[in-house]
């Protein structure tokens, strides 16, 4: 009789360690967030403010000091003055695997490689029905996309994986590094 007693607690302890280790190989899903409270730094002011993208928040890279990142606005007008192909990524400040993600750009090959995109970094909370055009298979975080320098989007580039077909892998740069490749070899002018 006392082991039937214990059998719900079992039960949510099984979903609990299974719900764990399922963690590391999903994108956070949209639809629950946990809202970063740390303080993040100033956004630019001035026609700076238009065209870049904020600073990185507390606990993210993007390797800001060493690649240029645009909003969506002033990545088009960038890539249509260029001729660069975009790297789009959406991202949210409270998601983890956000902040995993911000350090793949960190990788010297990474940082190299995004000489030849406009690359675009758009808060999928800040910029919800941008982000919505963007959930070809759902609203999951971080996703990234590549277009051609008309803003024109090639959904047939994405990581190499059967669902989160746009979530790279958010610990090795060898993933975007695949998508950037493909890219810079489809969408070159």
């Known amino acids: 009789m006392t082991s039937s007693r214990f059998a719900p607690a079992r039960s949510l302890l099984a979903a609990l360690v299974a719900g764990l280790f399922a963690l590391p190989l999903a994108a956070c899903d949209k639809s629950a967030p946990q ?3 740390s303080t993040s730094p ?3 002011v001035g026609p700076l403010a238009d065209r870049h993208a904020p600073p990185p928040g507390a606990g993210e890279s993007w390797n800001a000091a060493k690649i240029e990142w645009f909003t969506y606005d002033g990545g088009l ?3 249509k003055a260029t001729k660069k192909p975009i790297c789009l990524v ?3 400040t409270w998601c983890p695997h956000c902040k995993n993600y911000s350090r793949v750009f960190e990788d010297p090959k990474v ?5 030849d995109f406009v690359m675009v970094r758009v808060d999928a909370d800040q910029e919800s029905d941008l982000a919505k055009r963007f959930s070809k298979d759902g609203g999951y975080i971080p996703r990234t996309f590549f277009l051609s ?3 024109t989007p090639d959904f047939e580039i994405h990581a190499a994986r059967p ?3 746009y979530f790279y892998d958010e610990r090795n740069p060898g993933s975007i590094l695949a998508g950037m490749e493909e890219a810079a070899r ?3 002018n």
């Open 90 to 92: 959406f991202f949210t």
């Open 35 to 37: 809202k970063d409270t």
């Open 186 to 188: 489809k969408l070159r």
């Open 163 to 165: 669902q989160y077909a």
């Open 77 to 79: 007008e960038e890539a």
């Open 42 to 44: 100033q956004e630019p």
């Open 111 to 115: 940082t190299e490689r995004a000489k």
């Open 149 to 151: 320098s008309d803003g």
